[in-house]
């Protein structure tokens, strides 16, 4: 899971002192597609837009239409959507200088909705951006840092006329929208959720430094999400309270099942973070651990040869006057000896459960 995610948080600003509404674009930024769906409720149109010229007739029809545009490559372009749309220049502003905190802000012809996309492009890579949702009274304009998206089930129910989002106003439109976007954090987070356990499950087995440092890039992963996840439980929070003129009153009943949505992701990002916290001290424990284990068994090994080398000692010494020295039976008596003072010390631990598990009489006690 690539660590790209922390890059977000470096805002691209305007110089010190440039006026309100300065936009930059940066020569990282990809080209703008733009994407546009107009439906009703008998007829859906979609097509890819070269140029602007025939959005503002397209605008003036029938029906909810949605601009989707992905990319923010080409300042003139975007100004150009700003003076279609009639977006406020501090509008413009957030959805061009990214990243913003996720946040609701409503100007006298639309609304603005600010809001963090997470999606998982391939196995164990992350990718995090921001989508920015503009209201008005019969169109939705979404702007995206990048292609790909997470909302193909958005476009599909409006091309199948599934549920009711035919039927319904931009405002709909708007939520369906914001709904995906949050739901689309839930492989999101169960894939962070079962890399987690596996790191739990290798570190008991088998640790090694390797596991301490892919605990800590989770770690900056979580802190990223949480950075997203936060304030966008706060900014969806408000759309149910406040009174906004282009969000109806049944659709705010929509808004608050997506609140709860984000609530929960924001209880188990919490859970999460406490997991990677606890991985460390879970790697330091069984490390510990281990090392009390060889520690032992070496005091054990060491216990036992103290007594064998006290023996081995005596009898090394050359005196004549020693008793057993010209015996005999003297050499295999003190090898017995030995032995027997071996296997009696190791039976001793065992029954004290020092060696292989036991604890007889301690147990028992």
């Keep these: 899971m690539a660590l790209s995610a922390l890059s977000l948080f470096r805002k691209r600003h305007p110089p ?6 300065t936009l930059v674009v940066t020569k990282e930024d990809v080209p703008p597609r733009v994407h546009a769906m107009s439906y009703g409720r008998a007829t859906v149109e979609e097509a ?20 989707d545009i992905q990319g923010l490559g080409d300042e003139p372009l975007l100004r150009q959507v700003g003076r279609l749309f009639g977006l406020h220049p501090l509008a413009l502003e957030d959805m061009v200088n990214v990243p913003q905190r996720p946040k609701i802000e409503e100007y006298p012809d639309h609304l603005l909705i600010v809001t963090r996309m997470a999606r998982l492009p391939a196995p164990g890579d992350l990718d995090i951006e921001q989508v920015a949702i503009v209201v008005g009274r019969n169109w939705v304009l979404t702007v995206q840092e990048r292609y790909e998206d997470v909302l193909d089930p958005v ?18 439109l708007a939520y369906a929208l914001l709904d995906t976007i949050v739901d689309g954090y839930y492989p999101v987070f169960e894939t962070l959720g079962d890399e987690i356990g596996r790191l739990e499950a290798r570190i008991l087995q088998r640790p090694n430094p390797r596991q301490v440092d892919r605990v800590n890039q989770l770690k900056a992963i979580l802190d990223t999400l949480r950075r997203g ?30 609140h709860d949505h984000c609530a929960q992701l924001v209880d188990a990002l919490d859970s999460y973070r406490d ?3 606890g991985l460390i001290q879970t790697y330091l424990s069984v490390l510990s651990n281990r090392t009390n284990e060889v520690m032992k068994v070496l005091t054990i090994l060491a216990s036992i040869f103290i007594p064998l080398t006290f023996l081995a000692g005596i009898y090394g010494m050359n005196f004549e006057a020693m008793p057993e020295l010209h015996s005999s039976w003297g050499y295999p008596a003190v090898l017995a000896l ?28």
Aim: hydrophobic letters at 40%; charged letters at 25%.
């Design 275 to 277: 997991l990677a916290n």
């Design 48 to 67: 890819a837009l070269e140029t602007l010229e025939t959005l503002e007739g397209r605008l003036a029809g029938p029906g909810v239409h949605w601009i």
């Design 338 to 365: 030995m032995v027997a003072t071996a296997v009696g010390m190791l039976l001793y631990f065992r029954r004290k459960g020092w060696l292989g598990g036991g604890g007889g009489a301690d147990e028992e006690e």
């Design 16 to 21: 010190v002192g440039a006026r309100p509404g």
């Design 155 to 172: 476009r599909l129910r409006i091309r199948q006329g599934a549920g009711p989002i035919r039927e319904s106003g931009a405002d709909y």
């Design 229 to 258: 996840v936060w304030p966008q439980l706060d900014a969806l929070g408000r759309l149910p309270r406040d009174e906004q003129r282009f969000i109806s009153p049944p659709v705010r009943l929509y808004l608050r099942d997506t």
